[in-house]
């Protein structure tokens, strides 16, 4: 027997008679076996409710050791990842300055990346996943690493907090909000994407660079219109000289064996009143708005016009 323990344990009740009339009903013998019952239903009531709420602890030894293992790996991953990374640019580096040097010796431009290692954080919002050129899941909203990786590429101007690379950044108009917490969302390089020829204008318009959320805009050139649907299209004039997207698209009808000019010769013109094609727009000539026939002719002479 323990040192300390009681030898023996009885209770003198007769205060509690007295003063609560207290008067036993059930003989010890009766009562120990009916504890005894009731003892054996109790611990079987909560090893079923502990079984049905949670883990054995063989199982939750299990879990902690797998998540213990996966973190492990996940640590391993990140840092075999940076070291090959590492590696890589170090050649990419080398191969970098000797196209500086033959670049600078044929005067072929090299994009302008002052800025690069700074990034400006706009929260909640994301680019087109499809424009990324490498996703890293593993390290996402881990900002310190992924802004690390980014200043490694040479050609990543931005990166998002779930692990998307970036080489190119999209008009603002294009980004989209997707994340909910105020820490998630886009990081964008301060580098000048026109100056560093990083934007996707083509060559019917000019970037011009949003300084406040280092993204741009494609602004139309003179000669070209902009559309609703946010092209720019070249004004009409029946001795302009055609541009290179014009000789391709008329080069594209030619290869599939296409003959616009006949087709529309021999159809007729139909009429949609209050109708407008918002997309598919070719050619803006407003110096014959209202002019039907002129307008006919126009497109008559344009190759792929098939309705004005």
Request: negative net charge.
């Amino acid at each position: 027997m323990p040192r300390g323990e009681l030898v023996q344990t009885w209770a003198d009740i007769s205060r509690a008679a007295r003063l609560l009339n207290y008067e036993p009903t059930i003989n010890l013998q009766t009562g120990i076996a009916l504890f005894v019952d009731w003892f054996k239903m109790y611990k079987k009531k909560r090893r079923s409710e502990e079984h049905d709420a949670s883990t054995t602890p063989a199982e939750e030894l299990y879990r902690k050791l797998k998540e213990e293992s996966e973190e492990r790996e996940r640590i391993y991953g990140i840092q075999r990842f940076l070291a090959d990374v590492e590696e890589q640019i170090a050649r990419q580096t080398v191969l970098k300055e000797k196209y500086r040097s033959w670049a600078n010796g044929n005067d072929v431009p090299v994009p302008d990346m002052t800025g690069k290692h700074n990034f400006t954080f706009h929260p909640h919002m994301m680019m087109r996943q499809t424009a990324a050129f490498v996703f890293l899941p593993y390290l996402a909203r881990d900002v310190k690493s992924l802004r690390q990786i980014c200043a490694w590429y040479e050609e990543c101007v931005a990166f998002s907090t779930d692990g998307h690379l970036f080489r190119s950044v999209k008009p603002k108009s294009e980004w989209k909000r997707q994340f909910n917490e105020t820490d998630e969302g886009l990081y964008v390089s301060e580098v000048d994407v026109c100056v560093a020829d990083l934007h996707n204008c083509n060559s019917r318009s000019t970037c011009i660079a949003d300084p406040e959320t280092k993204s741009f805009r494609c602004e139309c050139k003179s000669e070209y219109h902009a559309t609703a649907a946010g092209s720019c299209i070249p004004a009409y004039t029946a001795d302009r000289e055609k541009d290179e997207q014009e000789k391709q698209d008329e080069m594209t009808d030619i290869f599939n064996g296409v003959n616009i000019t006949q087709m529309k010769t021999a159809a007729k013109w139909l009429i949609y009143k209050d109708r407008f094609s918002a997309e598919g727009d070719y050619m803006m000539a407003p110096q014959l708005r209202g002019d039907v026939e002129g307008l006919k002719q126009a497109c008559m002479d344009l190759k792929v016009c098939i309705g004005r």
